[in-house]
């Protein structure tokens, strides 16, 4: 059992950036795939972006060139740094360990 915290969300205007933690309870050195998924209101929970055990990095077509996901596995840590952000990045943000387990998710807002 792995529990996962999320920190770092709140409110931020158009343009602005934010940088999402997520610490694990236990090593995270074994887990492959370390994610960030988003859920928009009224939208279904998406995935925007993974880390594996490599360093290799995925991300959504949306976010590219925008966020990036990295990991510390000594402090059992995922990272998210936001930047540029858009009112369509507006959502609960939540990480995932190894599809597995999931935090309870921090909300971004980004005003207009």
């Known amino acids: 059992q792995v529990q996962l915290v999320e920190s770092g969300g709140g409110l931020v205007e158009d343009g602005g950036s934010l940088r999402l933690s997520c610490t694990a309870s236990?090593?995270?050195?074994?887990?492959?795939?370390m994610s960030w998924y988003r859920q928009a209101p009224g939208n279904q929970r998406e995935l925007i972006t993974h880390?594996?055990?490599?360093?290799?990095?995925y991300y959504i077509n949306s976010v590219k060139g925008r966020f990036t996901i990295s990991r510390d596995d000594d402090k059992n840590t995922v990272y998210l740094q936001m930047n540029n952000l858009k009112p369509e990045d507006t959502g609960v943000y939540y990480c995932n360990a190894g599809d597995l387990w999931w935090g309870k998710g921090t909300l971004v807002t980004v005003s207009s």
């Open positions: 236990a090593s995270i050195r074994a887990i492959h795939y």
């Open positions: 880390i594996d055990s490599a360093g290799s990095t």
